[in-house]
C-alpha cells in the first residue's frame, strides 16, 4: 500500500464542488418524497397490495437517504431549515437528532468499524459476543449473511437501538428524554395521518413500509465497511446499480462519500466516473460489481466475522476515545452504540 494519504491520492478536481445557495435537486427530491408519501397513503387502498408495500419501502429508504443527505448540509446552506426538512420520522423508530448526532461522530474515518468507537459499525467485542449466549450469537452469525441481514436484520437493529435507547433513558439521561418526547409528537403526527386520516391498518404500515423500508437500508449498508488495517481501505464501492444507487443517493459510491462528505448526490456518479482508478486505488480495491455480485458472494455466506479483530480479547476496554480523554458518557452515548441503524 502507498504511504500516501487518500487525500492525496486522488486529483483536485473532487475537491471542488460548486455548492449553490439552494441546491434544488435535493429540494425537489424532498418534495418529491414527501409528496409521494402523502399520496401513497391516501390512496393505498384503490392499489394493489404489493404495490403500496413496494412503494412504501421504497419511500421510506429514500426518506432515509434524504435524512443522509441533509445532515451533510444539504440542500440549503441553513443547518437549521436542512434539520427541519429530514426532521419528520416516516419510519417511526429512529429520531433524527440521534441519527445525525450518530452519524458524526460515524466519519472519524480513523475509527471506522470499531465497535467502541463507531456508533454505525456492525462488528461487536469478545465481551458482548460472549455476553449474547447460543441464540445471540447464532443470530448475529445468520445476521452477517446477506440473507440475514434483509430478513432479521430490521428487527435486530430496531429492537437492540430501543432498548439501548431505553436503557438511557432509565438510567436518567435527561438528554435522551427531551429527544424522544419530541421525536414521539412526530410520530404521532405521521400515525394520525395514516391510521385517522387515510385508514391504513397499522400492521400494513408497519411491515409494507417500516420493514421493507429498513430492509432496503440494510441492503446498502451491508457491504459498504469491512475491517482492514489501514482505515482507508474499511470503505467499499458499489458500481453498476442505477436503480439502486439513486434510491440510496449514490451512497453505494460509498468510500467517496467518506472522503468528500460534503458533495452532494447528483454530483457523485459523474466525479466518481472522472477519477474511479483513483478511489479505486485509495480503497485498496475493495469493488463490488453491483448489488448481485454482493448477494453472490454473501447471500448465505458471512460478510465477515462479528467480533472486530481488535476486540477479540474480552478483557478489552468498553470505553471510547472521549470517556477515555474524560468526556461524560451521557453526552457521548451515539459513541458506544453497535447497533446503530447503519446507514451512513
Same mark, same amino acid.
Given at each position: 500500500?502507498?504511504?500516501?494519504?487518500?487525500?492525496?491520492?486522488?486529483?483536485?478536481?473532487?475537491?471542488?464542488?460548486?455548492?449553490?445557495?439552494v441546491e434544488w435537486p435535493t429540494a425537489l427530491l424532498a418534495m418529491g418524497?414527501?409528496?409521494?408519501?402523502? #399520496?401513497? *397513503?391516501?390512496?393505498?387502498?384503490? /392499489?394493489?397490495?404489493?404495490?403500496?408495500?413496494?412503494? &412504501?419501502?421504497? !419511500? +421510506?429508504?429514500?426518506?432515509?437517504?434524504?435524512?443522509?443527505?441533509v445532515i451533510h448540509g444539504h440542500p440549503t446552506r441553513s443547518q437549521r431549515l436542512n434539520d427541519a426538512i429530514g426532521w419528520p420520522p416516516l419510519s417511526l423508530w429512529l429520531p433524527y437528532a440521534i441519527y445525525r448526532e450518530g452519524h458524526l461522530v460515524h466519519h472519524r474515518d480513523e475509527h471506522l468499524t470499531d465497535p467502541i468507537?463507531?456508533?454505525?459499525?456492525?462488528?461487536?467485542?469478545?465481551?458482548?459476543?460472549?455476553?449474547?449466549?447460543?441464540?445471540?450469537?447464532?443470530?448475529?452469525? #445468520?445476521? *452477517?449473511?446477506?440473507?440475514?441481514? /434483509?430478513?432479521?436484520?430490521?428487527?435486530?437493529?430496531? &429492537?437492540?437501538? !430501543? +432498548?439501548?435507547?431505553?436503557?438511557?433513558?432509565?438510567?436518567?439521561?435527561?438528554?435522551?428524554?427531551?429527544?424522544?418526547?419530541?421525536h414521539s409528537l412526530g410520530v404521532c403526527l405521521v400515525l394520525t395521518w395514516v391510521l385517522v386520516v387515510c385508514a391504513m391498518p397499522l400492521w400494513l404500515y408497519l411491515i409494507g413500509f417500516v420493514y421493507v423500508g429498513a430492509a432496503l437500508t440494510r441492503l446498502r449498508s451491508y457491504a459498504e465497511h469491512r475491517y482492514a488495517d489501514h482505515h482507508s481501505e474499511r470503505t467499499a464501492i458499489v458500481e453498476n446499480s442505477p436503480l439502486f444507487g439513486l434510491l440510496f443517493l449514490y451512497n453505494n /459510491?460509498?468510500?467517496?462519500?467518506?472522503?468528500?462528505? &460534503?458533495?452532494?448526490?447528483?454530483?457523485?456518479?459523474?466525479?466518481?466516473?472522472?477519477?474511479?482508478?483513483?478511489?479505486?486505488?485509495?480503497?485498496g480495491g475493495l469493488v463490488y460489481d453491483g448489488y448481485a455480485d454482493v448477494a453472490r458472494r454473501f447471500l448465505f455466506k458471512p460478510h465477515d466475522d462479528p467480533r472486530h479483530p481488535n476486540h477479540r480479547n474480552a478483557g478489552s476496554s468498553e470505553t471510547t476515545s472521549f470517556q477515555r480523554a474524560g468526556g461524560n458518557s451521557s453526552d457521548n452515548s451515539?459513541?458506544?452504540?453497535?447497533?446503530?441503524?447503519?446507514t451512513d
Open positions: 500500500m502507498s504511504n500516501q494519504s487518500p487525500s492525496d491520492r486522488y486529483p483536485p478536481t473532487v475537491v471542488r464542488s460548486a455548492i449553490a445557495r418524497i414527501y409528496g409521494g408519501f402523502l #399520496l401513497l *397513503t391516501y390512496f393505498w387502498a384503490a /392499489l394493489p397490495l404489493v404495490a403500496v408495500i413496494a412503494a &412504501g419501502g421504497w !419511500l +421510506v429508504a429514500w426518506h432515509g437517504s434524504l435524512q443522509h443527505e468507537e463507531d456508533p454505525e459499525s456492525s462488528y461487536l467485542t469478545q465481551a458482548t459476543w460472549n455476553a449474547l449466549g447460543w441464540f445471540g450469537r447464532s443470530l448475529a452469525e #445468520l445476521n *452477517t449473511t446477506l440473507l440475514g441481514r /434483509l430478513t432479521i436484520g430490521p428487527i435486530v437493529m430496531i &429492537g437492540n437501538f !430501543l +432498548v439501548e435507547e431505553a436503557t438511557l433513558i432509565v438510567r436518567g439521561d435527561k438528554r435522551r428524554l427531551r429527544l424522544w418526547c419530541v /459510491l460509498h468510500v467517496l462519500h467518506h472522503l468528500r462528505p &460534503g458533495i452532494p448526490w447528483y454530483q457523485i456518479p459523474k466525479i466518481y466516473r472522472d477519477n474511479r482508478s483513483a478511489f479505486v486505488a485509495a480503497n451515539a459513541g458506544r452504540r453497535t447497533t446503530l441503524v447503519a
